[in-house]
């Protein structure tokens, strides 16, 4: 039981554990053998705004809804990647998300939510950490590249240590175990993997400033290869792996470098630094 895993057949079998199996958009991949996209996920609302194109699926918002997939199974540590090509064009108003979310009042979350912008303007991405219902963690930084032109990769990694937000492998948010300091840790509850595209104009863009223009819709974000690398829940509490490992602790000395880079040049917004909201630092930002 647990992690284990073992080849037979030419194709490699799993227990409760879904180690280095790849779930693109249009298939999962384990092994030499493929199965559907909809045994693992399915449109978690508005099944007439989630189209399927080939090996790419897409999620539609116009005046009347948004959409949104979620995955059949929840998982506890381990990297969940997705490529996705953000809404081109005048997009103000418009959220795209990507996200882990446990259920329950006291749930833990990990949030990339991409705000809409008008025309020619850099595209902000907000990151969100909940750990036992708590949030209010925001940081935004705008990307150093156009999102609507071509797919980038989008990451968790989450282990006992840390959680690190990745865009096309750099690190862009780290959140660490700070249990001893009294910063609940999420580290129990398994999370599903979540996407959406909603409206949000009364404050995605310039603060509700700029309205969603239903002119222009629908608004379309594009996904494809989805890859969970992670324990499956429920699982054995042995279930381990390479994220267990010393090397993925803490970031190694070039990936710090590139996290100063982006919280430098492009970090725009750091709760940690807004003494209107937060008269007292939170205790994980000393």
């Given at each position: 039981?647990?992690l ?26 384990v ?12 449109p ?6 989630v189209?399927y194109e080939?090996?790419l699926?897409?999620?539609r918002?116009d ?18 990647n997705?490529q996705?090509k953000l809404?081109?064009?005048?997009s ?16 833990d979350?990990f949030?990339f939510?991409?705000?809409g912008n008008?025309s020619?303007e850099?595209y ?5 950490v909940f750990s036992?219902g ?14 609507t ?14 959680v690190?937000?990745?865009v ?8 660490l ?12 509850q398994?999370m ?26 629908p ?6 290869n ?8 429920p ?22 470098l590139?996290?100063k880079?982006?919280q430098e040049?492009?970090?725009t ?18």
């Open positions: 039981m647990g284990v895993g073992r080849e037979e057949g030419g194709r490699i079998m799993h227990w409760p554990c879904v180690l280095s199996s790849i779930v693109m958009l249009c298939s999962l991949v092994g030499s053998q493929c199965a559907a996209f909809n045994d693992f996920f399915y978690s609302w508005a099944l007439d705004h189209m080939g090996e699926l897409k999620l918002l005046n009347t809804s948004g959409a949104g997939f979620a995955s059949k199974s929840t998982y506890i540590f381990g990297k969940v997705v996705i809404v081109p064009g005048d103000a108003g418009t959220v795209t998300a990507f996200y882990m979310s446990s259920q329950g009042d006291q749930h979350e949030d939510e991409f705000l008008t020619g850099p902000a991405v907000q990151t969100n036992k708590v949030g209010k963690r925001e940081q935004r930084i705008f990307l150093w590249f156009d999102p032109a071509d797919f980038h990769s989008y990451s968790f990694l989450w282990n006992r240590q840390q690190v937000f990745f096309d492998d750099v690190p862009i948010r780290v959140f175990n700070n249990e001893k300091v009294g910063v609940p840790y999420p580290q129990t398994p599903g993997v979540y996407s959406s595209i909603w409206n949000a104009d009364d404050w995605a863009t310039q603060g509700g400033l700029v309205k969603t223009d239903w002119s222009h819709a608004f379309v974000s594009t996904y494809k989805f890859s969970i690398d992670a324990c499956e829940y699982s054995t509490t042995s279930c381990s792996s390479w994220w267990d490992q010393p090397a993925y602790a803490s970031l190694d000395a070039k990936q710090r590139k996290l880079w982006v040049k492009y970090m917004y750091d709760y940690c630094r807004d003494s209107g909201r937060f008269a007292t630092p939170p205790a994980e930002c000393a």
